[in-house]
């Protein structure tokens, strides 16, 4: 999209280049006269041109990288949202800008020197040789044809060439370098101490008058907020449950699932899959008679690693077969199954017995478990129901009363959940349906907001807007709001005071004694960070003025005092490396401003035009917009 980008950032001056035209729009404006005279451009600076085919690259190269990105494909909308298309065009007018200055100048690169320049490319270049094919498939990649590609190198190479030209050696003055690290690294020191609310005076009970025209001036703090009166219909499965009414049966069946409420019973199981059955019945009949299972094992020629089921339920042995017979054994004892792989000896090792809560403790839980799994089928097609009767025009009162669901009645809360006594109203669906309340407009069908299992379906009955209370009503709140002023206002007199009395050259342990305060010094600091405890107004204003400078910040209910003690003025070396990368940020942002300055006079001299008719259908807003 870039000349200096393609270029692999060559020049010295390449970051500032990108930075600037990331900035383009600050330069480019589009002018009022549009250009729809060659269907061949979507842009002209002075003399040079922005093709319709460098456009719509640029833009799907950076469409995809933005997709890339993002994991996924980017919308037309989305492309249009991010504003994408004036983005690659603001950029390629930018660089429009410089090439046709650079042009104007008699600036251009012959074809040998652009020739030997490509043949050293290192995007062409294997092993220092051109290589041929390399450039073959990189402008088949990026969908150039070759004069069309040497031609972009040549601008590119122009503009390089303008750019260093204008910009090459420059500079920030050293001063400007000491003046950025006196700033960053001078430290100062500050006494300090605090007025509190201890420091003043009892304030006196204020007039009505006083109270009226405090209220007159700041009437917008005294707003009622906005209230909303509304009604709520909630379908839930856990008020549809009924317990009471499970069949006996089907609670006792679901104790008896296996591992439900405790340890399921547990057991170390062997099996072995062999060829002949009279061979595994025989294995069977010599354990059950005594016999060593580990001479057997010898005898049959298994291991026992691999017929060791291990310690298991009996949901966890696959071969049915197998799971019936072991959890129907005895200890130590074995029989033949025909398991999935042939006759299969099955041995049982050890019991561990069910560890089961007794019924009677669990009964409770069992029921009101099945019982809301009853109610959840009743609440999805009471839900088609309702969701029928909301869209019928049914009111909710309505809808409670035919299908006999509970329902709330709120009266005038706030978006907070606040009646008028003050007190936060239990509203069913909490936020969620306060939210849904303060969305909707009186007299709107019930809007559903779902609360867990829950639906509640909410309809807004009144709205009572918010406005400014009546002196009367607001007046308690107004005395408290103004004695809350008149004490700020004492404090700032109290400070203002102590400030005046410090810069007019009384010590500040004097000041702060005549206010029963102990005055602290400071550690050294920053301008960037506050001096221990302290806010960071205290560190703002202490670089307001030399030794001696008083001021005062405020830090919740207190003031604080502060006079500037000391500063320490960091040392500076001009070939300091520490300051090596605020000496190119200064000479990048110098280089920067003078590039600004000359583009938009440029762009000002020789005008930009945009044919928005070409921009739109390579991005295709017109077909959209049809």
């Known amino acids: 999209m870039l000349n200096a980008l393609r270029r692999g950032a060559k020049g010295p001056f390449a970051k500032i280049l990108i930075a600037v035209l990331v900035l383009s729009f600050a330069v480019w404006g589009v002018s009022g006269v549009v250009n729809t005279t060659n269907v061949s451009e979507v842009a002209r600076v002075g003399d040079t041109p922005v093709t319709a085919r460098e456009f719509e690259r640029a833009w799907r190269l950076q469409s995809i990288r933005i997709s ?10 989305e492309i249009q949202n991010f504003g994408l298309a004036n983005s690659v065009l603001q950029s390629l007018v ?3 800008l410089q090439v046709d200055a650079a042009r104007t100048i008699g600036i251009d690169v012959g074809d040998e020197t652009l020739a030997e320049q490509l043949r050293t490319d290192p995007r062409f270049a294997a092993g220092g040789r051109f290589d041929r094919n390399a450039f ?5 990649n990026f969908g150039y044809s070759e004069n069309e590609f040497i031609e972009i190198e040549r601008d590119a190479t122009v503009q390089e060439m303008w750019t260093n030209s204008l910009l090459g050696g420059m500079q920030a003055p050293t001063p400007y370098l000491e ?39 700041h009437k917008d703090e005294f707003r009622a907020p906005e209230r909303r009166s509304f009604t709520t219909v909630t379908l839930s499965p856990q008020l549809l449950a009924e317990p009471d009414v499970v069949d006996a049966d089907a609670v006792r069946r679901a104790y008896e699932t296996d591992g439900a409420y405790g340890e399921p019973e547990m057991r170390r199981v062997q099996q072995v899959v062999l060829d002949d059955a009279e061979l595994a019945q025989k294995a069977a009949d010599a354990i059950n008679e005594g016999y060593a299972f580990a001479a057997i094992l010898r005898q049959l020629d298994k291991k026992r690693a691999d017929v060791d089921l291990g310690l298991v339920t009996k949901s966890a042995i696959f071969n049915k077969a197998v799971a019936d017979a072991a959890f129907q054994l005895e200890a130590r004892k074995a029989t033949v199954v025909d398991g999935r792989f042939g006759p299969t000896l099955v041995r049982v090792e050890e019991i561990q017995e069910a560890a089961k ?35 019928g025009g049914a009111p909710v009162s309505e809808i409670a009363e035919r299908f006999d669901l509970p329902l709330q009645t709120v009266e005038a809360v706030t978006a907070g959940g606040v009646g008028l006594d003050g007190q936060t109203v239990d509203v069913t669906g909490g936020d969620t349906v306060l939210g849904a309340a303060f969305r909707a407009e009186a007299g709107d069908d019930a809007a559903p907001v779902e609360d867990g299992d829950a639906t509640i379906w909410v309809q807004v009955d009144t709205i009572i807007e918010a406005d400014v209370r009546p002196f009367g009503e607001a ?18 007199e109290l400070a203002s005071a102590a400030v005046d009395a410090v810069n007019e050259g009384t010590p500040i342990e004097d000041v702060a004694a005549e206010y029963d305060a102990q005055v602290a010094r400071s550690d050294p600091f920053t301008f960037n960070e ?41 040392a500076f070396f001009a070939e300091d490396q520490a300051l090596s990368q605020v000496r190119q940020r200064l000479d990048e942002d110098l280089a920067n401003a003078v590039l600004l300055d000359f583009l938009n006079a440029w762009q000002t001299e020789v005008g930009a035009t945009v044919n928005q008719p070409i921009l739109d259908q390579i991005t295709g807003v017109a077909q959209r917009q049809g």
């Open 530 to 570: 506050a001096p221990g405890e302290l806010p960071q107004a205290v560190a703002t204003a202490a670089f307001e003025g030399p030794v001696g400078h008083a001021a005062s910040v405020a830090d919740g209910d207190s003031r604080i005092v502060l006079e500037v003690a000391a500063v320490s003025e960091p």
């Open 94 to 96: 930018t660089e429009a």
């Open 68 to 77: 890339q990105q993002l994991g996924r494909a980017l919308t037309p909308e």
């Open 136 to 140: 073959n498939r990189y402008l088949a």
């Open 179 to 217: 003046a950025v690290n006196r700033f960053t690294n001078q430290t100062r020191e500050v006494a300090t101490f605090r007025l509190t609310d201890a420091n003043l005076a009892t304030i006196a009970d204020p007039t009505e008058e006083q109270l009226q025209a405090y209220y007159d001036e």
């Open 357 to 391: 809560q007794p019924f009677e403790e669990v009964e409770a839980d069992i029921r009101e478990q099945l019982a809301l799994d009853e109610a959840m089928d009743q609440a999805r097609a009471l839900q088609t129901d309702v969701t029928d009767a909301v869209a």
């Open 475 to 492: 007046q308690t709140d107004v005395l408290f709001a103004w004695t809350e002023a008149e004490r700020a206002r004492q404090l700032d």
